[in-house]
């Protein structure tokens, strides 16, 4: 299947700080990229939908002034999570599909997630 | 809002076969049946999904009632690297909203 690598694998970052995660699609091309959040013993919350070359679509909850996602090529998406506070500590995934609505394949494939802790 | 139901959590013996159940009632005609499963600390991964009809790969089959209201994933020789959380998620094909995970059944296959 398709390969969908996310970097880094894990973060530790102080309080205030901002962080940084990609997210890529290695042998494809992603119209679409999802930013999904997981806390411990917890399922996988969708935060964000995002199209190559548009503005990322929010779930409602999520900010999207903290939760700054950028779609700029069809192989790599950014989530950066800002002034990050120990409640922003949790487990950050990303998943891509190949074509837009209607088009191409409908799985998605996922990311090996990043872990993110704020001090 | 997740449209399944899945049990919390099940046991299986190594090399047995581990059956998964899955609850669908709403079902709409068009939506299809997938299943994905997460291994502790990595992210999801596919395994199979249908619409109607049975399906096997290499890794699992699907088995579909008649009515569409329920599934069932079945691991045909469990091994210990299939303990992980499974999802079972109805969804159409193509809708960019439309990956939303349940809790899922945490598989514990034992030797």
């Known amino acids: 299947g398709a390969v969908v690598s996310q970097h880094p694998s894990w973060v530790i970052c102080k309080s205030g700080t901002s962080v940084k995660i990609e997210c890529r699609s290695l042998?494809?091309?992603?119209?679409?990229m999802f930013w999904y959040r997981q806390f411990p013993k917890q399922s996988l919350m969708l935060m964000a939908t995002?199209?190559?070359?548009?503005?990322?679509?929010?779930e409602q909850g999520v900010e999207k002034d903290k939760f700054l996602i950028n779609h700029a090529s069809l192989t790599l998406s950014t989530l950066t999570v800002t002034s990050a506070h120990p409640e922003d500590s949790s487990f950050y995934i990303c998943?891509?599909?190949?074509?837009?609505?209607?088009?191409?394949?409908?799985?998605?494939?996922f990311g090996p997630g990043t872990r993110l802790t704020v001090l | 809002d997740a449209k399944t139901t899945q049990p919390t959590s099940m046991d299986c013996a190594e090399g047995r076969a581990a059956n998964l159940p899955c609850n669908h009632s709403?079902?709409?005609?068009?939506?299809?049946v997938y299943w994905y499963r997460q291994i502790h600390s990595q992210g999801p991964q596919y395994i199979i999904h249908?619409?109607?009809n049975n399906e096997t790969n290499e890794m699992a089959s699907l088995i579909i009632t008649e009515d569409r209201k329920s599934s069932t994933l079945i691991l045909p020789h469990a091994t210990l690297r299939d303990t992980a959380v499974y999802y079972c998620?109805?969804?159409?094909?193509?809708?960019?909203?439309?990956?939303?995970f349940g809790a899922g059944t945490r598989l514990t296959v034992k030797p």
């Open positions: 998943s891509a599909r190949e074509g837009g609505a209607g088009l191409g394949s409908p799985e998605q494939f």
């Open positions: 042998d494809f091309q992603a119209t679409t």
């Open positions: 995002s199209n190559e070359g548009s503005k990322a679509t929010y």
């Open positions: 709403t079902i709409s005609g068009n939506e299809y």
């Open positions: 249908g619409l109607k």
């Open positions: 998620i109805v969804r159409l094909p193509y809708n960019n909203n439309d990956m939303r």
